[in-house]
Nanobody, 127 residues
Framework: QLHLVDSGGGLVQSGGSLRLSCTVS???????????IGWFRQAPGKEREGVSG????????NYADSVKGRFTISKDNNKKTAYLQMNNLKPEDTGAYYC?????????????????WGQGTQVTVSS
């Protein structure tokens, strides 16, 4: 069983940057290196959408077309923390952002593939 805590959201102007963090805790001895990570977001009135996924090894990342070239997903297994660096933010990036984890190699953009979820952190981008 894992516990995920999202942080780092806030209010930023269009063109600005934010770095989201996802701190993961679990049973003693668990390794974040065994878990794929995903970041998702949900805007008001819209369905949750996949933003980025990272393989358990950290070697393969995938991104939604809308964020490619602007967002970077990463994780530090020693710190048991995953990150989403968001640059050149746009108003359409506004929403609640959630990290997720699953004990499998592939990180996907499909929310149904993930077992553990953070509580979310709000990102608001003003124009």
């Amino acid at each position: 069983q894992l516990h995920l805590v999202d942080s780092g959201g806030g209010l930023v102007q269009s063109g600005g940057s934010l770095r989201l963090s996802c701190t993961v805790s679990g049973s003693p001895g668990f390794s974040l290196g065994s878990y794929a990570i995903g970041w998702f977001r949900q805007a008001p009135g819209k369905e949750r959408e996949g933003v980025s996924g990272l393989s358990s090894s950290g070697g393969t990342a995938n991104y939604a077309d809308s964020v490619k070239g602007r967002f970077t997903i990463s994780k530090d297994n020693n710190k048991k923390t995953a990150y989403l660096q968001m640059n050149n933010l746009k108003p359409e990036d506004t929403g609640a952002y959630y990290c997720a984890a699953v004990h499998r190699p592939r990180g996907t953009l499909n929310s149904a593939d993930y077992d553990y979820w953070g509580q979310g952190t709000q990102v608001t981008v003003s124009s």
